[in-house]
């Protein structure tokens, strides 16, 4: 069996490759990323050297590289990651989320359809985002039925990506299955989203931005349960069918940032407030979707998933990780993060 993982250099990839390549050593791994900002090949460290992973710096962007992969390892599965996931940088910079979620999920689609000469057990698995069904009032949830009524550039270009995935089951009957999942944190997250930015500012002493007031909800997934999550839709899930993840830990922005100061503050034997002190509410995101909250009873009840974390352990674990991870935090603060750092929050008006 061989497994192309799209974007596996990311954070959630490197989670799910770290997770699954040691623990099938049958299955052929091979991580096709074009290593933007947001990948890592740190991430990959554990595994790069395990017989059953292949590595294939390229851009899903262009055709002509996908075909090279498919000619190359003819793989049995796409987990499709690969994507500009930062809704902040969508609405500065629109472009390469288009050139990169929508034409390169074509491309991957198109390359199934050309090269699978029978679709017996291929599967094109997509990875989307609870995003695409726009923003909850303060009540309801989204389920596998919600409309679609995406609010940024980010969560539209997401949204096409899955109206083509979906399509191509229904025109070509190409084998595939979606997954809409909730706001993922954990290791290896680029710290330009919301958890690793404020374990960083934090522990700089520099502001932590929150946006408006804070009282916007999201619904917090353990990028690890996320990534099992996607392991048994791929066993067990139905071809054709969407599935939303996630793991009932709705939290406003500001009860986060302030349970991020608590647990430095334990973990590091200091005074809450000396990180509580540096919470700056600054100019609201345009657009700002006020909630998301996901219904998951569809992936419990047919499937048998239950997420392992609760959000208390899962971000305890995760500040533990930026703590020891000294490395690979000096890693990210590049030029790249720097610059987006300085532009973004350099002037940023108070709110
Ligand atoms: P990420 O930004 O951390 O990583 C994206 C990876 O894709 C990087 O390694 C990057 O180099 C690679 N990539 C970008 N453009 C590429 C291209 N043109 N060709 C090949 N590789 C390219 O993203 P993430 O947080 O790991 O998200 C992974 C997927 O999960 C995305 O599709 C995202 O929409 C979805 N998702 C993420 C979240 C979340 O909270 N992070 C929630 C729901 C869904
Ligand atoms: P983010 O991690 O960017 O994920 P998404 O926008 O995909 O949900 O943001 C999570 C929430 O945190 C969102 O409501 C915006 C807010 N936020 C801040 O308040 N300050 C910040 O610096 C960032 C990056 C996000």
Redesign the pocket.
Known sequence: MKILV?????????NFLNLFVPKYPHCIFIN?????????LLNLRAIENLPNYKFEQ????DFNQVEEIFKKYEPDIVV???????VDRSIVGPA?FI???IV?TFNLLEACRKYWKSYDGKLFHH?????VYGSLGKTGYFTEDSRYDPSSP?SAS?ASSDHLVRAYFRTYGLPVKIT??????GP???PE?LIPLMILNALEGKPLPVYGTGENVRDW?Y?ED?CEAIWIVIQKGKIGETYNIGSNNERRNIDVVNKICELLAEELDKDPMDFKKLITFVKDRPGHDLRYAIDSTKIKKELGWQPKETFESGLRKTVRWYLNNKEWVESVKTGEYRKWMEENYGNRAAG
């Open positions: 799209t974007g596996g250099a990311g954070f959630i990839g490197s096709f990323d074009k290593l933007t900002y947001a990948a890592n390229g851009d899903i962007a499709h990651f690969a994507a500009e996931s930062h390469e050139q990169t979620n390169g990875v989307s985002t609870d995003e980010y997401k809409n999942c909730s706001n993922n944190y290896y997250q680029f989203k997934l990028v996320h």
